[in-house]
C-alpha cells in the first residue's frame, strides 16, 4: 500500500490495516489466540529487536498498539489546546527517541492484568477515536512540514500513519509469525 498523501488516504490506510489485523486475528484457531507466543530459539537468535521477546501474546500486541493510540491522542489534542502553555512532546517524560524502548516495556508491564477481551475493545475504540480526530485536521494541517510549529520538521500525518497503518503492519508480521510457529508446534 503506497504512502498516504492525503486525508483521505490516510483514514483509508489505517482503516484497511485494521480491518486486515483483525481479519488475521480472526483466521486463528481460538486457542492460539490466548496461547503464549513461541517463536523459537533459532529465530529468535535471528531478530534483533526486542519486541519479538517483550510480548508474549496477543493482547501484548493489542496493548502495545492501543498505548500508542493513546500516545498519538494525547499529543495531538494538547497541542491543539491553545491553553496548554507550551509544546507537549510525543513521547511523554522521562522518555526520549533513544529511551522509547523502556517505555514500550512499560506499557507491557501496566497492562500484565488486562484480559485479552479487554485489550480487543480497548484497541477498537482507541482506533475509532484516533481516526476521528484525524478526520479533524484538514489536508495542509496533516500534511504540510512544519504547518504546527509542535511537529518539528516533520508533519502530523506521519506520527498518524506511524501509529496507525504502519504500526498495523507491525502487528500483522507478529502475529504471522505467531500463527506459523503455533501451528508448527501443534502437528
Known amino acids: 500500500m503506497p504512502r498516504p498523501?492525503?486525508?483521505?488516504?490516510l483514514l483509508e490506510a489505517a482503516d484497511a490495516q485494521f480491518e486486515?489485523?483483525?481479519?488475521l486475528i480472526d483466521a486463528l484457531p481460538e486457542d492460539a489466540q490466548y496461547a503464549?507466543?513461541?517463536f523459537g530459539a533459532?529465530?529468535?537468535q535471528k531478530q534483533s529487536a526486542v519486541h519479538w521477546t517483550r510480548d508474549k501474546n496477543l493482547r501484548?500486541?493489542?496493548?502495545?498498539?492501543?498505548?500508542w493510540h493513546q500516545l498519538l491522542l494525547i499529543w495531538l489534542r494538547a497541542n491543539r489546546d491553545k491553553n496548554i502553555g507550551g509544546v507537549r512532546p510525543f513521547l511523554p517524560e522521562p522518555y526520549t527517541w533513544k529511551t522509547y524502548g523502556q517505555m514500550n516495556v512499560d506499557f507491557w508491564e501496566k497492562h500484565q492484568d488486562t484480559s485479552y477481551e479487554q485489550a480487543q475493545e480497548m484497541l477498537n475504540e482507541s482506533h475509532a477515536e484516533v481516526l476521528t480526530l484525524i478526520d479533524s485536521f484538514s489536508d495542509d494541517e496533516l500534511f504540510v512540514k512544519k504547518h504546527f510549529p509542535w511537529t518539528g520538521t516533520s508533519n502530523v500525518a506521519t506520527y498518524c500513519i506511524s501509529a496507525t497503518s504502519s504500526h498495523y503492519d507491525w502487528a500483522m508480521k507478529k502475529i504471522k509469525q505467531h500463527g506459523k510457529t503455533y501451528q508448527e508446534g501443534s502437528k
Open 5 to 9: 498523501k492525503t486525508k483521505p488516504e
Open 20 to 23: 486486515n489485523l483483525w481479519k
Open 36 to 38: 503464549t507466543f513461541s
Open 42 to 44: 533459532d529465530f529468535l
Open 60 to 67: 501484548d500486541v493489542l496493548i502495545h498498539l492501543f498505548e
